[in-house]
């Protein structure tokens, strides 16, 4: 866990003067001399978060304990396989959704991520992927009238 | 008193009862499922009242809440796995006495405790909110500035394991906030040109990414599709190990009305939420009890005492939001999302503009209490089912709700995007231990601490040094400070602590 704070840290720390000296001052108008100028609060927030990430930067390389055996740290190469995977899944998802529209799209990514997490059985996929867009279609545009792609 | 008797008229229309009952089914639905809960079913539903009534959609949601959190009690109690966070402590003494063969007595006890602590907290909101709100009323910028720090400052302090991971969720969810119009200049900000985010990141999005889907991303990580033991209702056991009398009802009565005390005092407090308020009141009862050595060991009191004082927290919270326009935790947070779909901003003002809604709200608490009652007795064999439904079932069908839901909120796939963005932000922040709670309340809070600001630098011709002048902000900023210290001055001593221990595993 230490060495995923430092890391962490760092990478805030990067992140938060990138935004403070680069992004900010670009993507935000000239002020007023009226009241706040628009850079102030997204300034004043990434300083908090820079100045908090420099003292868990320190607190950590201070903290000279060993505590990897005890807490070992979150992210392993499994960890980075699994959100990685499971992203590219979603945006496909939205993708289908998109150009297959609510339905079909639907019924595709419900199909895909219960075969993923490890539902082996064609009729259960079948059973679940199929009606549930359908009712979920139905309960929204029937029932509260919101439209759905 | 108009007013307050047509508010709570209002909420004995067949819609509004429908729409509550389906409110709590939904919640212990929810609740019942380890790593599900009601602050991620609340995320969930909130896009679905738009078409609602404004009453109808919050107490919607507020049943949600309240059949959330007794909802995690059936998990707890029949598989030893809390099904929400604050059932952890119920846990201690449900899962003994289903393995003695009294886990229906349990659940009872846990669905008869969940309703004394809701009502009792509902009855305080209901007593203590609108006098506050007087108070609240003749809070001007500086002091709202300041009660917006201490809030964000005891929020980070105690949600996160440290106070730095705290303040940077915090900050950066301020700083996700600001992103969109700049409410001054009304000029652009942080938009990259795209003209969807020139309204800002929606709240929904936000909500459902980081509290439902990068949940169940992170319980997915879990191997396999192992159930655990479940220990069925057995139906051949005795009637005094099926049921609570009303002797053992009346036994426990003292530790319900602590545990409710101490459940409504946590929640009225942003920051301190159910999982303290349970433990809390847990200790309370084993200290006051006359035998503590039975608790932990299936000790009926035991789960009487954690399940009311986790469900007097739902009520109290609101007192916060409702007064203030604070929230207290992420569930109060979300229902902010819901007051603004609606076009109403809690808050002080909200007696004086809407004070038929929030009547009609405090009525629908109170008849969710009755509904809840009725649901968990008549249901209960039910929901115990519902521990059954494979992983590989339930994790799909609610990640194509949450993808649903972020549409819906904004009716557009952008949002969708950005909800996909924010469970991945979600699932880092839970994995390295920072505070989604405090990023998603600093996401909140943003807009009402940058209009406080601003107000207050106006009116102080950029004096940002007149909230020591203003005595009511001036005791919330001392407030403040002297938490901060006491953080730190906790944390020095707990690392001194470890020093010294190694240092003498060191010597031998």
């Not at chain 2, 938009?191 to 020139?198: A, D, N, R, S």
């Not at chain 2, 459902?208 to 879990?222: D, F, K, W, Y």
């Not at chain 2, 319900?256 to 999982?275: D, H, K, W």
Request: aromatic content about 10%.
């Amino acid at each position: 866990m230490r060495k995923a704070d430092i890391i962490t840290a760092l990478f805030l720390l990067v992140t938060g003067l990138t935004m403070i000296f680069v992004i900010i001052p670009v993507q935000t108008y000239p002020g007023e001399e009226y009241g706040v100028p628009p850079a102030t609060m997204p300034t004043a927030a990434m300083g908090i978060v820079t100045a908090m990430a420099g003292i868990l930067l320190v607190q950590r390389l201070l903290d000279r304990r060993k505590t990897e055996k005890d807490t070992p740290s979150p992210m392993r190469r499994l960890q980075w396989l699994h959100i990685a995977g499971f992203t590219a899944l979603l945006f496909a998802g939205l993708a289908a959704i998109k150009f297959l529209h609510f339905i079909p799209g639907g019924i595709l990514i419900l199909a895909v991520l219960m075969f993923i997490t490890g539902q082996r059985k064609p009729l259960n996929i079948i059973l679940v992927s199929v009606p549930t867009p359908f009712l979920v279609y139905a309960a929204l545009w029937y029932g509260l009238k919101i439209p759905l792609p | 008193m108009e007013v307050i008797l047509a508010g709570f008229l209002d909420t004995f229309s067949l819609t509004n009862i429908l729409f509550i009952f389906l409110g709590i089914a939904m919640g212990v639905f929810v609740g019942a499922v380890p790593g599900l809960n009601g602050p991620m079913a609340i995320a969930l539903a909130v896009p679905m009242t738009y078409y609602m009534s404004p009453l109808a959609a919050i107490a919607f949601l507020i049943g949600i809440n309240k059949g959330g959190t007794y909802g995690g009690s059936i998990a707890a109690i029949l598989l030893n796995t809390p099904g929400t966070p604050e059932a952890a402590a119920t846990c201690y003494d449900g899962h003994p006495l289903a393995k003695q063969g009294k886990g229906e007595k349990a659940l009872k006890m846990a669905l008869y405790a969940s309703v004394f602590g809701d009502t009792f907290s509902d009855f305080i909101l209901i007593l203590v909110a609108a006098p506050i709100a007087v108070v609240a009323l003749k809070m001007g910028p500086p002091e709202i500035l300041s009660v917006i720090i201490f809030a964000l400052t005891i929020i980070a302090g105690l949600e996160a394991k440290q106070l730095v991971k705290g303040l940077i969720g915090a900050g950066l969810g301020i700083f996700f906030a600001s992103i969109g119009m700049d409410p001054n200049t009304a000029t652009p900000r942080l938009t990259f040109g795209l003209w969807e985010l020139e309204n800002g990141i929606s709240l929904m999005a936000l909500g459902i990414g980081t509290l439902a889907l990068s949940e169940v991303l992170v319980q997915l990580e879990a191997k396999g599709d192992a159930q655990d033991k479940i220990f069925e209702l057995d139906k051949t056991q005795k009637k005094e190990n099926r049921r609570i009398s009303l002797r053992e009802f009346r036994g426990v009565l003292r530790t319900l009305t602590r545990s409710s005390l101490i459940g409504s005092a946590m929640g009225a407090l942003p920051g301190l939420g159910a999982v303290i308020a349970s433990f809390l009141g847990y200790g309370a009862a084993k200290r006051a009890s006359k035998d503590p050595d039975s608790f932990g060991k299936g000790n009926i009191e035991g789960v009487a005492a954690a399940e009311a004082a986790n469900n007097a927290v739902i009520g109290s919270n609101l007192i916060p939001l409702f007064t203030l326009g604070i929230p207290g935790n992420v569930a109060s947070a979300m229902l902010i999302g819901a007051f603004i779909i609606h076009g109403v901003t809690p808050g002080p003002l909200m007696f004086e503009e809407h004070g038929r809604l929030v009547y009609g709200i405090y009525g629908g608490m109170l008849v969710g209490n009755v509904l809840n009652l009725l649901i968990g007795a008549i249901g209960l064999r039910i929901f115990v089912r519902v521990l059954s439904i494979p992983r590989n079932i339930i994790y799909p069908v609610i990640i194509f709700i949450c993808l649903t839901g972020a549409y819906i909120a904004d009716n557009s796939l952008f949002a969708v995007g950005v909800m996909i963005g924010f469970a991945v932000l979600g699932y880092f922040m839970k994995k390295l231990e920072f505070s989604f709670v405090t990023f998603i309340i600093g996401f909140v809070l943003g807009p009402m601490f940058e209009m406080s600001l601003q107000q207050t630098l106006i009116m102080s011709r950029n004096n940002i040094f007149i909230i020591f002048q203003r005595p009511i902000a001036l005791v919330f900023i001392a407030f403040t400070a002297v938490f901060v210290w006491r953080v730190v001055r906790r944390s020095g001593k707990t690392a001194r602590g470890s020093i010294k221990q190694r240092n003498g595993r060191g010597l031998s």
